[in-house]
């Protein structure tokens, strides 16, 4: 196993997706400082403005909201290997193929991990400092600020190993990636629009993942739209629990179910 995870490693840093992978963590966390630096009491429509505890959540929450990047590029790690045929090779080298499934899963979440504290470091420092240059004080103290990043960098990673099971169970780079993206951002907000399935929404992975990231500008919005009330979320130790479970459970399948699959 500890050669499998190290063959990962250096089939990660050997390719490029550790650079865009670096790119896409560098971008979110700059960005959310843009957003910043713009002023939230700007936009269309606005939001809440940077000093209040509310604009901050919302921004950090935003953050925890791009969190799909990451489960993408973990679908990738695995379903290029399928795409590209490098999954052939793979399994000779080692034939009981929970292996290096599991080798691939350990690897990535590691990797999500980095992803997600580069994200949240560049976010940190972007936030702060688009506060210093606007002369306003953020709405929440310096501790809950660096408490939320930590909880969203955690969350890319839970993402990150969700992305390498599916993955690892779709096989097809594109429909993995096309089911990641469409579920996470159109799916869940459809279902908090249907009055008799949105209570189910807490207990989702999007409504887990606003729990731990304390993210709920955008269930608050819906029910604004709707004109009823929003769905109370999970505590935020219960949502990275359901969040947790999720990708346990993703992940158990992912190294179960192609056992009985040919290589193709």
Known sequence: MTTLISAE???????????WGGVAALASGAFIGLLALAGPENFDPP??????????????????FLACLPALFGTAAVASEYRHGTVTTTSLFAPRRWT????????????GLVYGFLAAAVAAAAL?????????TLGLPVGVVLSLLARVALTMAVYTLLGVAIGALLRNQVAAMAVVGGYLYAV?????????????????????TAALTGFTYLADAVAGQTGEPAVPLLSAPAGGAVLVGYALVAAAIAVLAPLRRDIT
Do not use: N, Q
Request: zero cysteines; hydrophobic letters at 55%.
């Open 128 to 136: 702060f400092s688009a506060a210093a240059i606007d002369g306003v």
């Open 188 to 208: 869940e907000t459809a279902l908090t629009m249907i009055p008799g399935v949105k209570a189910l929404y807490p207990l989702l992975p999007g409504g887990a």
């Open 47 to 64: 939001l809440p403005p940077l000093d209040t505890a509310e604009g901050t959540r919302v921004l950090l929450g935003l953050l925890g």
């Open 9 to 19: 490693w250096i089939r990660l840093t050997s390719s490029r997706i550790w650079l």
């Open 100 to 111: 290096w499934l599991t080798a691939k899963l350990l690897a990535y979440t590691v990797a």
